[in-house]
């Protein structure tokens, strides 16, 4: 699950320092409602809650089917995140994408110090969980 806040130049879709792989993830059947100041979007696995009107992250959480709180969002991660090892059982596990930098086009050298930050794009941050 992929909750994003609209950055200044819209959703993000391009591959970013953290995130690499924008397309190509399986989609699944949702329904949408409003419920109790929430936007409640619901699959056959789990049920995301994101207040009304959000302008961030903060409030949104994840129910599995029998009601039990699988995610909510408390903070964006730090570079000292913990990493789960392969053997965990996990029922959900987070990172954010914030700062979003977006690499070069081009690549990384040093004869492209004459673009701005080398060519990485990093005016479109905004939280991405």
């Known amino acids: 699950m992929r909750l994003e806040v609209k950055g ?3 959703f993000e879709n391009r591959p970013s320092f953290t995130v690499e792989k924008r397309s190509g993830w399986d989609t699944v059947a949702f329904t949408e409602k409003e ?3 929430f936007h409640v979007i619901e699959t ?11 302008k961030a992250v903060d409030g949104c959480y994840i ?3 029998q009601g039990s709180t699988l995610w909510r ?13 392969a053997s965990e059982e996990l029922t959900a596990w987070s990172f954010t994408d914030t700062p979003r930098v977006i690499p070069s086009p ?3 050298g040093v004869a492209q110090n004459f673009y701005e930050n080398n060519g ?6 905004a939280q991405d969980v």
Request: glycine residues 12%; hydrophobic residues 25%; proline residues 7%.
């Open 106 to 108: 081009d690549g990384y």
């Open 73 to 85: 969002f408390e903070t964006d991660t730090t570079s000292n995140v913990y990493l789960p090892s």
């Open 63 to 65: 129910t599995g089917k």
């Open 44 to 54: 056959a696995m789990y049920t995301v809650h994101v207040p009304q009107g959000a």
């Open 35 to 37: 419920e109790d100041g």
């Open 120 to 125: 990485w794009d990093l005016k479109n941050d």
């Open 8 to 10: 200044p130049r819209g």
